[in-house]
């Protein structure tokens, strides 16, 4: 149990279905991330939120919408996505300031299957 | 090829024994982690290293900063240590990315 919760666990979706991923954390921190991990690749960072500011877009595509509406909880909204982006979907907390800011807290993952 | 290389790729061992795994990266770091994550796919974050070494029960992380390397070892190995690897390092130019190996998965045998 790291404090960060990810839900759903696990989603399976069409390619014209809306769906969103929810990540919640009551640790304190102010620094908030979204990684995709697929199958034999390492992590890839896809944004980042600082006092619910986006503060970095990896060049992710436009079919993934992320939104921090405060600092304990984002969501990555997802709409026509490609079977591609079947993967899991990692949310991340830290608590951010200064150049060597602090451990990252992960939620367990939301796998995801786009058929 | 990638800018953090871990090593190596698979290790299988037995029970017991002493494991290392390696971390070389080619880029300027503020900072390293060494994350686990387990077959349901969550992530525990093991240490945050910017030099020397750090020990936690078993296991012990080491940074050489002017090699650009890393090394986490685990001592007594057993089953329940199962699991994949990462490490991750904090660009100095990168704001807050980090950029991943591609992990170790490990496997300890009874």
């Known amino acids: 149990e790291t404090g960060v919760t990810q839900t759903p666990r696990h989603l399976v979706m069409g390619m014209t279905n809306k769906k969103s991923l929810k990540c919640e954390q009551h640790?304190?921190?102010?620094?908030m991330y979204w990684y995709k991990q697929s199958a034999k690749k390492p992590l890839e960072l896809m944004f980042v939120?600082?006092?619910?500011?986006?503060?970095e877009n990896n060049s992710v595509p436009s079919r993934f919408s992320p939104e921090c509406p405060n600092s304990s909880h984002l969501f990555l909204h997802l709409h026509t996505l490609q079977p591609e982006d079947s993967a899991l979907y990692l949310c991340?907390?830290?608590?951010?300031?200064?150049?060597?800011?602090?451990?990252?807290?992960f939620g367990e993952g939301s796998r995801l299957t786009v058929l | 090829k990638n800018e953090v290389e871990q090593s190596p790729q698979n290790l299988t061992a037995q029970e017991g024994e002493f494991i290392t795994i390696n971390c070389s990266y080619s880029?300027?770091?503020?900072?390293l982690h060494w994350l686990q994550q387990h077959p349901g796919g969550g992530i525990v974050s093991l240490f945050m290293l910017s030099s020397g070494k750090k020990k936690h029960g078993r296991l012990i992380a080491t940074i050489n900063i002017q090699e650009k390397h890393s090394s986490l070892h685990i001592t007594a190995s057993h089953p329940r240590d199962s699991a994949v690897y990462i490490c991750?390092?904090?660009?100095?130019?990168?704001?807050?990315?980090?950029?991943f190996g591609q992990g170790t998965r490990m496997t300890i045998n009874p």
């Open positions: 880029v300027g770091i503020s900072a």
């Open positions: 640790l304190g921190h102010n620094a």
């Open positions: 939120y600082n006092f619910k500011e986006q503060t």
């Open positions: 991340a907390s830290q608590k951010a300031g200064g150049p060597n800011t602090g451990e990252l807290f």
């Open positions: 991750a390092v904090k660009v100095i130019q990168g704001a807050q990315k980090l950029v």
